[in-house]
Each structure stands twice: as C-alpha cells, then as structure tokens.
C-alpha cells in the first residue's frame, strides 16, 4: 500500500462545482503540502501545513482551501471550480526529524473543469 | 527565495547512450539539492539528494549528479540509459530550516531505440 495516498485519481467536473481532493500518509510525518503540476511550469506550491494546527499559503493558494483534520489527513478544496484549475495535484510529506524538507509523493488526482 | 531554472524542455537520446539533464539554481547559501523523476501516470519518485560534503552523489537506477557551487548548479548524468528512463525529470531545491522544495519546469526524455 502506498504510504501516501490520494483520493480521488481522476475527477472530472463543471465549472462552479466544489470538490475536494483528500490525502492521507501513513509515513508519521508531520508536515504536508498540496501542490499542482502544469505542464511547462513544474511544480506549484499551493498549501503546506506543519502540524495541525499550522496552516500557511504557497505561491499560488487564491481560488482555493486546506484543512489538516488530522497528522494524517491534509484535503484540499475547491469552493468554485473553473477551468483554469485543471490540472494534476499532488499531495506531498516531509519529515521535520531530517530537517531537509525531503518530498515524499502521492500519486496524484488529476482534475478536469468544464 | 530560491528558484529553479531546467534549460532543457525536451531531451531525446538513443537507448544506451549517455544522458545528462541541466539544472541551475539561484540561492545566496548552499542549499539543498533533489532530483526526482516521473514516470507517465505515476507520483515523483526521489533519484539522489545532496546536503552537504561529496559534491558527486550517487543515487538509484544508475543516476547520478554533481553539485557545483561556482556554476550554481546540480546536472544529473546516467552514462547508459534505457527504455525505462523515459520519464520526465525534476530538478528542486530547498533551503535549510524552510521546508519548502521550488520546482524547475521539468524536461521530458525521450529514448529511442
């Protein structure tokens, strides 16, 4: 089983519609960061949380919302999804014991807006 | 804040010959260094990391990259590559005590056989 997981994998939706992407890990790290990949532009950096009760914006966090619910369970939202959003997301761990900021990947869910 | 930049968007290269992807980073101090790769349809998955000391790093599948302070860079080499390699390549940097990975665009790799 993966130690990160992401849910769903694939989403397709309309504009206007929210959705959440869900990840959990079962890595016992503490920190966790949504990010989003576009072609040509790598990685972005939407969200990150170091503990539960911290939660701090990235580079490009407008249009959408985290909640940490648990040490293991970091959801990302999208209150009104429109189609500049479509993208593939990733949800990420780190453990703050190496102190490297080391990435350790989900899968991914791709999202389509209509 | 530390940034990124991979010259190469797309690289093509003959099964079995050499490879070597670019990455340039900006950061005033020693940062650290991650190259990670992503196979189609899969998560990024960690090749090789540099922290400190041996500027040569080796890392999995045959990988591996020289840091070079004076040219601000963290080229990954493999001397043979193989289908399999096909993939897209990431090149990150981070900044000690700041948790947070910047990404370079990423460059594609193609291998023909």
């Known amino acids: 089983d993966a130690d990160v997981t992401q849910t769903p994998r694939n989403r397709i939706t309309k504009t206007g519609k929210r959705i959440m992407l869900e990840c959990s890990q079962t890595?016992?790290?503490?920190?966790m960061y949504w990010y989003r990949q576009d072609p040509g532009l790598g990685l972005r950096l939407i969200y990150y949380?170091?503990?539960?009760?911290?939660?701090n914006k990235g580079e490009i966090s407008d249009g959408y919302s985290v909640s940490r619910q648990a040490q293991a369970k970091f959801s990302l939202s999208l209150e009104s999804a429109i189609p500049n959003q479509t993208a593939l997301y990733f949800c990420a761990t780190s453990d703050l014991r190496t102190g490297t900021g080391e990435l350790f990947f989900g899968e991914g869910s791709r999202l389509t807006v209509l | 804040a530390q940034s990124v930049t991979q010259p190469d968007i797309h690289i093509t290269v003959s099964e079995g010959a050499s490879l070597e992807l670019r990455c340039n980073y900006s950061y005033g101090a020693t940062p650290y260094l991650f190259w990670y790769v992503q196979s189609p349809g899969q998560g990024l998955q960690l090749l090789l990391k540099?922290?400190?000391?041996?500027?040569l790093v080796q890392g999995i599948k045959g990988f591996e990259a020289e840091f070079k302070r004076s040219q601000s860079s963290f080229n990954l080499r493999k001397p043979s590559v193989h289908w399999s390699d096909a993939a897209e390549y990431f090149c990150a940097v981070g900044r000690p005590g700041d948790y947070k990975l910047s990404f370079g665009a990423g460059t594609t790799v193609t291998v023909r056989a």
């Open positions: 540099y922290f400190s000391g041996d500027t």
């Open positions: 949380s170091f503990d539960v009760k911290d939660i």
């Open positions: 890595k016992g790290h503490d920190r």
